[in-house]
């Protein structure tokens, strides 16, 4: 089935969210759904939409795989508590590492992130509630690239030939699958939602793993978390679209008191775009980029090289991975 965009300046939020509150409703089983809170627009956006459809029908899980920045689950959980969600952590950092094992090749990571999420966690989840319908933040962005072969988005199933009930054993509901993020985030201003999230800069579904090329370990995580950090500090202030840091699989050669030093490498990427279709790197004083050497090189612990993106979109892409 094509799917028809709602473009950003045709969108009417309050109408669009009446809308999908309905739809929602007559789709849930019985009235009851599970989705997975990550705190980006789009998941914050459904599930605002999902409590506000079903009520305490919709169960609400914080998937805590490992993968998030400093502190996130926690973060997040309180701040859709004060919202009046409540929102259940559940640990699943075993799955996500034990299926991430050994994998290198972007596409074959997406792959194991999908069938952990999806298969592993979720169908246990929706197993043990009952419940067999899953609602999710697919975008059409997701969709776009995902199809047009730009690389695989962990949240693209039908689209793909997968039957979830036949599969996973639940159906999966997507309210937000005609717009891009723009659009998202005026709805999620019209639901109530506080700025911090509706203008929170755009997170990877596959999260921190997306930022690590190579393998993906316990402690390579580890780093680019702390180096995610360090960007997020520095460049908060600016308006650039997204920000963060990407850890690259080979070392190189560092000199510490005068001595060779053999560590790794961040690269930093920082993005103009309104869509995420095309984006150009953000042209950031040598001040800044001198300063956020300095800090990744003394703050994370084996990195002696800091390097910054300066090709645009494409044929870049905004993430590396």
Same mark, same amino acid.
């Given at each position: 089935?094509k799917?028809?965009e709602?473009?950003?300046?045709d969108?009417?939020?309050?109408?669009?969210?009446?809308?999908?509150?309905?739809?929602?409703?007559?789709?849930?089983?019985?009235?009851r759904?599970?989705?997975?809170?990550?705190?980006?627009?789009?998941?914050?956006?459904v599930?605002?939409?999902?409590?506000?459809a079903?009520?305490d029908?919709?169960?609400t899980?914080f998937?805590?795989?490992?993968?998030?920045?400093?502190?996130?689950p926690?973060q997040?959980?309180s701040?859709?508590?004060?919202?009046?969600v409540p929102?259940?952590?559940?640990?699943a950092q075993?799955?996500?590492f034990?299926a991430?094992?050994?994998?290198?090749?972007?596409?074959e990571?997406?792959?194991?992130?999908?069938?952990?999420?999806?298969?592993?966690?979720?169908?246990?989840?929706a197993?043990d509630?009952?419940v067999?319908?899953?609602l999710q933040?697919?975008i059409y962005?997701d969709?776009e690239?995902?199809?047009a072969?730009v690389?695989r988005?962990h949240n693209?199933?039908?689209?793909?030939g997968?039957?979830?009930?036949?599969?996973?054993?639940?159906?999966?509901?997507?309210p =937000?699958?005609? =717009?891009r993020?723009?659009?998202?985030?005026?709805?999620?201003?019209a639901?109530g =939602?506080?700025?911090?999230?509706y203008?929170?800069?755009?997170?990877?579904g596959?999260a921190?793993?997306?930022r690590?090329?190579?393998?993906?370990?316990p402690?390579?995580v580890?780093?680019?978390?702390?180096?995610?950090?360090?960007?997020?500090?520095?460049l908060?202030?600016?308006e650039?679209f997204?920000?963060?840091?990407?850890?690259h699989e080979?070392?190189?050669?560092g000199?510490?008191?005068?001595?060779?030093d053999?560590g790794?490498?961040i690269?930093?990427?920082?993005?103009d775009?309104?869509?995420?279709?095309?984006g150009s790197?953000t042209?950031l004083?040598y001040?800044i980029?001198?300063?956020?050497?300095?800090?990744?090189?003394?703050?994370?612990?084996?990195?002696?090289?800091?390097t910054?993106?300066?090709?645009?979109?494409?044929?870049?892409t905004?993430?590396?991975?």
């Amino acid at each position: 089935m094509k799917i028809e965009e709602i473009e950003t300046r045709d969108l009417e939020p309050d109408k669009f969210i009446e809308e999908k509150i309905a739809e929602i409703t007559s789709s849930a089983d019985n009235g009851r759904a599970v989705n997975a809170l990550s705190g980006g627009v789009d998941s914050a956006t459904v599930t605002m939409l999902g409590h506000k459809a079903l009520g305490d029908g919709l169960k609400t899980y914080f998937i805590d795989h490992g993968l998030m920045r400093q502190d996130e689950p926690q973060q997040i959980v309180s701040l859709f508590k004060k919202l009046g969600v409540p929102v259940e952590i559940v640990d699943a950092q075993s799955e996500f590492f034990n299926a991430l094992e050994g994998v290198a090749d972007p596409e074959e990571k997406r792959e194991a992130i999908t069938h952990a999420f999806y298969e592993d966690v979720f169908g246990r989840l929706a197993k043990d509630s009952g419940v067999k319908c899953l609602l999710q933040g697919t975008i059409y962005t997701d969709i776009e690239e995902t199809v047009a072969g730009v690389k695989r988005q962990h949240n693209i199933l039908a689209q793909l030939g997968i039957d979830t009930e036949d599969s996973y054993g639940y159906k999966v509901i997507e309210p =937000l699958i005609q =717009l891009r993020k723009p659009a998202v985030r005026k709805v999620a201003k019209a639901l109530g =939602l506080p700025e911090e999230i509706y203008n929170r800069p755009p997170f990877p579904g596959p999260a921190l793993s997306a930022r690590v090329i190579g393998e993906v370990t316990p402690e390579r995580v580890r780093l680019v978390r702390k180096a995610t950090k360090v960007v997020e500090d520095e460049l908060s202030h600016t308006e650039a679209f997204q920000y963060f840091a990407i850890l690259h699989e080979d070392k190189v050669t560092g000199v510490r008191d005068g001595k060779r030093d053999y560590g790794f490498q961040i690269e930093v990427r920082c993005w103009d775009s309104q869509d995420a279709k095309t984006g150009s790197p953000t042209r950031l004083s040598y001040d800044i980029l001198d300063r956020l050497a300095q800090r990744i090189t003394s703050e994370v612990l084996g990195v002696v090289s800091v390097t910054y993106n300066i090709t645009k979109k494409p044929p870049s892409t905004i993430e590396a991975v």
